[in-house]
């Protein structure tokens, strides 16, 4: 203080004008998260922090909190927790907590903080190199980079409902074919992603915890049986199949639905490497699953089935889609007849959509 000031019968403390003093308290880098090559974070992006006394920037794959050192984190003696959201276009917005120990030294060095880009698809097609004929039933699989050991990526046939904890189970398991008088059922009404009851055409030999494969094989995805209804009692009649998790992917009218009787456990088990988020169909992996089906178990949710891998259609055209984690996935193509493509792919994360075709020889 430097004077006092009466006036209208209050007194005013004055201070002669200061240049406030900024100081970086703390400060980190935030990197892409690609498991084959996290690199800084190169585009602009937003840094907020609850604490009003502190101002918060970041820039060219760093962020700082600076504030005046006499009033702000003042209170040398106790912990300070800081809340701070990191956002970036193309990327999912990434909310921390930033803890500054008591008695600290400034400015505080925090651990890498990681942002996970949103995913994105590929298409294209797969045709004969002499012909320019499609070649249908192709399979594309991820088999690469070579990650950190014991790091393993896997391509899922369909992307996750919903977002997978590190915590999860990842177990591959052996599927056997449901043996009916009608093997293939069809849908007989469409059923939008979301949908948790579907009609199909036959439920003859229909039970609880069967597996379901809607779809032809280039656009196929998995749920599991919950209950099947008795009504109408003729079930070779069309009825309502409740499943024990809503679609991730829509059903169309007359797809087929082929039923499976889950088998014995397959290969290792395996858990996520940091979390997986919804939209996502590249899991990083503690271990590699074997197995005709993995099976994703992560309470409260239910547990939730993948294929691996995609596959063309009768027009030699294929979508993958959730694609992610990796800055160069290999993909190699293999179909019977041809010998097998292998394939680096640079990412391209500012397209939704990138295309990539493939010409196929004996």
């Known amino acids: 203080m430097d004077a006092q000031v009466l006036s209208n019968g209050h007194v005013y403390d004055v201070m002669r004008e200061r240049s406030a003093i900024w100081q970086v308290m703390v400060y980190g880098a935030v990197i892409d998260d690609c498991a084959d090559e996290p690199l800084p974070v190169a585009a602009p992006f937003a840094v907020s922090v609850n604490e009003?006394?502190?101002?918060?920037?970041?820039?060219?794959?760093?962020?700082?909190?600076?504030?005046?050192?006499?009033?702000?984190?003042?209170?040398?003696?106790?912990?300070?927790?800081?809340?701070?959201?990191?956002?970036?276009?193309?990327?999912?917005?990434?909310?921390?907590?930033?803890?500054?120990?008591?008695?600290?030294?400034?400015?505080?060095?925090?651990?890498?903080?990681?942002?996970?880009?949103?995913?994105?698809?590929?298409?294209?097609?797969?045709?004969?190199?002499?012909?320019?004929?499609?070649?249908?039933?192709?399979?594309?699989?991820?088999?690469?980079?070579?990650?950190?050991?014991?790091?393993?990526?896997?391509?899922?046939?369909?992307?996750?409902?919903?977002?997978?904890?590190?915590?999860?189970?990842?177990?591959?398991?052996?599927?056997?074919?449901?043996?009916?008088?009608?093997?293939?059922?069809?849908?007989?009404?469409?059923?939008?992603?979301?949908?948790?009851?579907?009609?199909?055409?036959?439920?003859?030999?229909?039970?609880?915890?069967?597996?379901?494969?809607?779809?032809?094989?280039?656009?196929?995805?998995?749920?599991?049986?919950?209950?099947?209804?008795?009504s109408p009692a003729n079930l070779s009649l069309p009825g309502m199949v409740t499943l024990t998790a809503a679609l991730a992917r829509g059903a169309r009218m007359n797809d087929p639905a082929v039923p499976f009787t889950l088998g014995a456990p397959a290969g290792a088990n395996a858990s996520p490497v940091g979390q997986a988020y919804a939209g996502e169909a590249v899991l990083v992996l503690d271990a590699l699953p074997a197995g005709d089906v993995l099976a994703i178990t992560d309470p409260p949710h239910p547990p939730a089935f993948h294929g691996q891998g995609a596959v063309s259609d009768a027009n030699g055209r294929y979508l993958i889609q959730g694609l992610c984690r990796l800055r160069r996935p290999v993909l190699r193509t293999s179909a019977a007849g041809f010998g097998a493509l292998t394939r680096t792919v640079p990412m391209r994360w500012s397209e939704p959509l990138s295309t990539l075709d493939w010409r196929m020889a004996p």
């Open 52 to 230: 009003p006394l502190l101002r918060a920037s970041g820039h060219m794959g760093r962020f700082a909190l600076a504030g005046d050192p006499d009033v702000a984190l003042c209170d040398h003696t106790v912990p300070h927790s800081l809340d701070v959201g990191i956002t970036s276009s193309g990327f999912h917005d990434l909310d921390l907590t930033v803890n500054v120990p008591a008695s600290p030294v400034f400015p505080v060095e925090m651990i890498d903080t990681a942002m996970r880009r949103l995913p994105v698809a590929l298409s294209g097609r797969v045709i004969e190199l002499a012909t320019g004929n499609p070649v249908s039933g192709a399979r594309i699989d991820l088999v690469g980079p070579t990650l950190a050991n014991p790091q393993r990526a896997i391509l899922l046939s369909s992307p996750l409902a919903w977002s997978v904890s590190s915590a999860a189970s990842v177990r591959g398991r052996s599927l056997s074919p449901v043996a009916s008088a009608v093997p293939v059922k069809a849908v007989k009404q469409e059923a939008p992603a979301g949908a948790a009851e579907i009609l199909l055409d036959n439920r003859q030999d229909l039970v609880a915890n069967q597996l379901l494969r809607f779809g032809p094989e280039h656009r196929s995805h998995f749920a599991q049986i919950l209950s099947v209804s008795s």
